[in-house]
């Protein structure tokens, strides 16, 4: 999943997530400092520079990007436990950290959220009331120049209604747990249970 600052990802994929089990929000590993009230393995799991570049040359992340001068990533850990323990897993990634995943897992779905307009996100990020004119700016910039890439994703919903979007959402990953590859090792079982018969 990738989004453009102030796109209404995060609601989204909290309403997603509160009506669908079977999946679980990856926690990434960061080296940026936690935020007033993150906790570490809740929002991130908090790691020095030296500690997460040794997990990237031990090769331990799905996914891996620098942003900011900071490092985030996914591990192979998370990725290893949520098979493990038969769900699915949500990667909230830029674009560097989804071409990564799309290369190593072909079968990934990919999912890309719009604004309905410059103008909406443009309000969307004023009206947080959190950032300067200079960051609001550089946001903006940055939207563009991710945006112009939604037609790498093989989703594309447009958030311009938040429960409508989570809807959408909700059926894409339904949808992609019906793929023959996804079935089928239940499939072949069920198969397993037919009498051996001479095909017609």
């Known amino acids: 999943m990738s989004a453009p600052s102030g796109t209404g990802k995060s ?12 999946i679980r929000f990856s926690v990434s590993h960061t080296t940026r400092p936690p935020r007033e009230g993150e906790r570490d393995g809740v929002q991130y799991h908090f790691a020095d520079r030296n500690s997460f570049e ?9 996914e891996w990007a620098e942003v900011h001068g900071n ?16 769900v699915d897993l949500l990667l909230d990634l830029d674009l560097q950290g989804a071409r990564q995943v799309r290369r190593s897992h072909p079968d990934a779905v990919s999912v890309f959220i719009l604004p309905p307009s410059y103008a909406d996100l443009e309000g969307r990020l004023r ?28 989703h ?17 990953v339904l949808a992609a747990r019906t793929r023959a590859g996804y079935v089928s090792r239940r499939a ?6 037919f009498p051996e018969t001479e095909e017609v």
């Not at 009331?129 to 093989?154: K, P, Q």
């Not at 072949?188 to 249970?193: C, M």
């Open 11 to 22: 609601t989204i994929l909290a309403r997603m997530l509160a009506g669908l089990a079977g």
């Open 156 to 172: 594309v919903l447009i958030n311009e209604d938040l429960d409508a979007c989570a809807e959408q959402l909700r059926c894409i």
């Open 71 to 86: 490092l985030y990533g996914t591990s192979l850990a998370e990725y290893e436990r949520a098979r493990s323990d038969g």
């Open 54 to 62: 040794e997990m990237v040359r031990r090769e331990r992340f799905l």
């Open 188 to 193: 072949r079982a069920i198969l397993d249970t």
């Open 127 to 154: 009206g947080r009331g959190a950032d300067s004119e200079a960051a609001i700016r550089r946001r903006l910039g940055r939207a563009l120049a991710e945006a112009r890439h939604f037609d790498e994703y093989d």
